[in-house]
């Protein structure tokens, strides 16, 4: 659950704008015997796409001729607005 919890707390610190600190380097803790030090790896963007997943409404204004258009060719806006913007956004 770690990685959960640093998603969270990371997520968190973009929302907040804040800036996110440098990680701790493994030699700065002193361990006793039968500790470790463990790597936790996160993805923020993953972290978001489960668990912050609402549907949020736009508004948009696009030409009369493409809106016939692209309702003739039975085209969901949403899932065209949707795709075109993970590929502006290079995360396809």
Not at 21 to 45: G, H, Q
Not at 69 to 86: I, R, T
Request: charged letters at 20%; proline letters at 4%.
């Amino acid at each position: 659950m770690a990685e959960d919890v640093l998603a969270l707390v990371l997520y968190g610190y973009e929302s907040d704008g804040r800036p996110i600190p440098a990680p701790s380097s493994a030699s700065a803790f002193t361990l006793k015997e039968r500790e470790f030090v463990n790597y936790v790896a996160c993805d923020t963007l993953t972290y978001r796409k489960i668990h912050n997943n609402k549907a949020v409404k736009k508004t948009l204004t696009i030409p009369e001729w493409l809106n016939e258009a692209a309702s003739e060719a039975g085209l969901n806006f949403s899932q065209v607005l949707q795709d075109a913007l993970k590929t502006q956004l290079h995360l396809v």
